[in-house]
Nanobody
Framework: QLVESGGGLVQAGGSLRLSCTLSGRTFRNYAMGWFRQAPGQEREFVEGVSWSGINTWYSDSVEGRFTISREKNTAYLRMTNLKPEETAVFYC?????????????????WGQGTRVTVSP
């Protein structure tokens, strides 16, 4: 089971840290990814980290602003300089792939999502 937390309302330029905790499974066996889905849009890959924590992959749109990390049984997404157009529901997901998949179909486990709202 994956449970996200940390979403909320923030002003443009602000920061948030999302958390995603995996229970019932061995965390180190999974690559972890964060996706987001804005209203009326498709779910898109944001950033991911390999099971080892060594390899990360991120969307160009978040380069230099978002950072993914993992520790124990939790994955984190640190988001800075947030923009209003990034208002979305953020989902974490777990994959058995060795590296970092960017396609949602490669993730077998999903959290329920946490809403991030960025005001102008």
């Amino acid at each position: 089971q994956l449970v996200e937390s940390g979403g909320g309302l923030v002003q443009a330029g602000g920061s948030l840290r999302l958390s995603c905790t995996l229970s019932g499974r061995t965390f180190r066996n999974y690559a972890m990814g964060w996706f987001r889905q804005a209203p009326g849009q498709e779910r898109e890959f944001v950033e991911g980290v390999s099971w080892s924590g060594i390899n990360t992959w991120y969307s160009d749109s978040v380069e230099g602003r978002f950072t993914i990390s993992r520790e124990k049984n939790t994955a984190y997404l640190r988001m800075t300089n947030l923009k209003p157009e990034e208002t979305a529901v953020f989902y974490c997901a777990a994959s058995t792939e060795q590296l970092v998949p960017k396609d949602a179909e490669d993730y077998g486990y999903w959290g329920q999502g946490t809403r991030v709202t960025v005001s102008p």
